[in-house]
């Protein structure tokens, strides 16, 4: 009986001390993607750095954006958001309807992107497109491998872009 009762002990331990965990990493990669977006308003705005610290900077990470095309590596992906970064293009986005599936070392992220941006005529340019984006776990901290977005023909458009 006594052996039972440990047992069972054992397993209610078990049992609840790994919720916390799992629920501790959704926190984390929710903070993360959180990140992100912040990241990206405070790039809109003109500010690099954050933007930068978000990524991986690894040569295999991926980036397909509301423009289209894909970019490959932290060099090629750095330097498109240095870009955008430099035009200022103010406005925000925020994620809405966020969706997270959590592994060992890589975590997904599925959103919907909404906000603004402002076109060069100075004019709000309206951002409703679905994201997904794709987390590894870098020495303790989630860090961005893949940003995947809609192509948004009202950006190509506000910005004279062509879409591939």
Excluded at 58 to 83: C, N, R
Excluded at 101 to 110: F, L, P, R, T
């Amino acid at each position: 009986m006594k052996r039972l009762s440990l047992i069972v002990l054992c397993s209610m331990l078990f049992a609840c001390t790994s919720k916390p965990t799992e629920t501790m990493q959704t926190e984390n990669v929710i903070a993360a993607n959180n990140s992100l977006y912040s990241s990206l308003n405070t790039m809109f705005e003109g500010d690099f750095g954050p933007i930068s610290n978000v990524w991986s900077h690894g040569d295999s990470i991926t980036y397909m954006g509301p423009f289209g095309g894909k970019l490959v590596g932290w060099e090629a992906i750095g330097a498109d958001f240095k870009q955008v970064t430099d035009m200022k293009i103010g406005g925000s986005i925020r994620p809405e309807g966020v969706s997270v599936q959590i592994g060992e070392d890589m975590a997904c992220v599925s959103c919907t992107e909404v906000g603004e941006n402002i076109g060069p005529d100075g004019q709000p340019v309206q951002v409703r497109h679905r994201a997904t984006n794709i987390f590894r776990l870098e020495n303790g901290q989630w860090k961005l491998i893949h940003h995947h977005t809609d192509i948004a023909e009202q950006l190509e458009s506000a910005y004279d872009k062509n879409l591939d």
